[in-house]
Structure formats: C-alpha cells, structure tokens
C-alpha cells in the first residue's frame, strides 16, 4: 500500500489543522494506521492509531483532548484533526501503516507516508 500525507502547514499557537492520509494500492480495510511526528534532532514518536474499523483509537498523553483520528474507508483516507495548536507540536508528520496489531512502535510499521511539515508559531 502507497501512502500520501497533506495537510500541513503554518499555524499559530492556538489555531488548529486537519491533516489526510490517502492509501492507494492495497484493501485499505486491512490496515491499522497511525500518525507519528518527528522534531529536529528528536526521535519518531507516535501520536494516535486507529483500527481497522475505527472503533478503537490511541493517542499519545500530550495530545488527548486536543487531537482526533478519525478514517474513512470509502475514500481511503485517515484523518488527523489537530486543534489547540502548541509550538511543541511542530514536526513531520508521517502516517504509517501495518496489518498485525495496534502499536506505538514505529519499527512495528511497514508503510510509510513521506511526511507533512506542521510549525506552529509562538
């Protein structure tokens, strides 16, 4: 399955973004996806997940309640909707994909999406 990240951009602390990640090439239906972000000199770090169907979703501590991952399996496509923007928010965002379990390891995923810059100003 290919993956394709948008939706990033420049945003001031506060403000919110919606990023997407569309999949092409495989039944999307089968895949658990997940959200990572990565800052300068930081390591990968997982951010939310959701099941097959949607049903079940995991987030990291430092965004429940201001992000939501949702999916749409008719349109193949995943959803990150990021509200109450912080400037330590700001990073690549990849989306990722695996058919096993749900995991916030990074080496548990076998596709990736080329990333999206989120900065968030001050």
């Known amino acids: 399955v290919q993956l394709q990240a948008s939706g990033g951009g420049l945003v001031q602390a506060g403000g919110s973004l919606k990023l997407s990640c569309e999949a092409s090439g495989g039944t999307f239906d089968m895949f658990i996806i997940a959200w990572f972000r990565q800052a300068p000199g930081r390591e990968r770090e997982f951010v939310a997940s959701?099941?097959?169907?949607?049903?079940?979703?995991y987030y990291t501590d430092s965004v429940k309640g201001r992000f939501t991952i949702s999916r749409d399996n008719a349109k193949n496509t995943v959803y990150l909707q990021m509200n109450s923007l912080k400037p330590e928010d700001t990073a690549v965002y990849y989306c990722a994909a695996q058919i096993m379990r749900t995991s916030v390891s990074a080496s548990d995923y076998a596709y990736w999406g080329q990333g999206t810059q989120v900065t968030v100003s001050s």
């Open positions: 959701i099941s097959r169907t949607g049903v079940y979703t």
